[in-house]
């Protein structure tokens, strides 16, 4: 049997515990680094932590930044998680300025380090935050995030934030120090979350099934 979602191994990644998570969902699921199966995909997933250069030195001694680019083009759903999100911009600050994967235009930025009133705050923000739309919830419709209400939380550990050239690209955000920070971007058929769906409890899990059924989705 063919493999619902594909999650690409590029060296990076806390690959077990989102296998885990689309599994648990009832997915099908096949991790690789094989260039062929990943263009084959019904469903694609691109996981990581830690540093956006070392992402996308992964993606690119592999040969997979076009792949991956190509399969965005195809139509078919694309999740990027963590680092995997920001490495859908076309370009991070982090450590100096690294060019991205470019199909979500936009940079990759600290996250601000310093509340409205101008005292410190914590860098990396970890823990739990609550979802809300940059518009209304109407906005969630029909994506990822269809039947989650603001206010649910969902898991987050990170000092970078994706910041789109289109605010339509703006899916969702969290509050963090009185500042909206990035928690989803979309574009069509492509989809990022800074947070950790396979760590966000019931509310991940019904991001990662919204995932699995987006051509079935009310």
């Known amino acids: 049997?063919?493999?619902?979602?594909?999650?690409?191994?590029?060296?990076?990644?806390?690959l077990f515990s989102v296998r885990r998570a689309f599994e648990y969902c009832g997915a099908t699921v096949l991790v690789s680094s094989d260039a062929r199966e990943i263009s084959a995909?019904?469903?694609?997933?691109?996981?990581g932590v830690?540093?956006?250069a070392d992402g996308m030195r992964g993606l690119t001694d592999r040969c997979l930044d076009r792949v991956i680019q190509a399969y965005a083009d195809s139509g078919r759903p694309l999740l990027g998680i963590c680092l995997g999100m920001q490495m859908l911009a076309s370009f991070s600050e982090e450590f100096g300025e690294h060019r991205g994967l470019d199909?979500?235009?936009?940079?990759?930025?600290?996250?601000?380090?310093?509340?409205?009133?101008?005292?410190?705050?914590?860098?990396?923000?970890?823990?739990?935050?609550?979802?809300?739309?940059?518009?209304?919830?109407?906005v969630w419709r029909?994506?990822?995030?269809?039947?989650?209400?603001a206010g649910d939380a969902v898991y987050l550990t990170h000092s970078f934030e994706v910041k789109p050239d289109r605010a339509n690209h703006l899916l969702a955000c969290c509050d963090y120090g009185g500042r909206d920070v990035t928690a989803a971007i979309?574009?069509?058929?492509?989809?990022?979350?800074?947070?950790?769906?396979?760590?966000?409890?019931?509310?991940?899990?019904?991001?990662?099934?919204?995932?699995?059924?987006?051509?079935?989705?009310?």
Do not use: C
């Open 186 to 218: 979309s574009d069509g058929n492509v989809y990022g979350v800074q947070f950790h769906p396979e760590k966000s409890g019931p509310v991940g899990l019904k991001i990662i099934d919204n995932f699995i059924k987006l051509d079935k989705l009310p």
């Open 50 to 52: 830690g540093a956006f």
């Open 103 to 138: 199909i979500l235009p936009g940079r990759v930025v600290p996250v601000p380090a310093l509340n409205i009133h101008g005292e410190p705050l914590k860098v990396p923000h970890v823990g739990w935050a609550d979802l809300h739309a940059p518009t209304s919830e109407a």
């Open 41 to 47: 995909a019904r469903r694609l997933v691109l996981p």
């Open 142 to 149: 029909d994506t990822i995030l269809a039947g989650i209400q």
């Open 1 to 14: 049997m063919s493999a619902d979602v594909v999650v690409i191994d590029y060296g990076i990644g806390n």
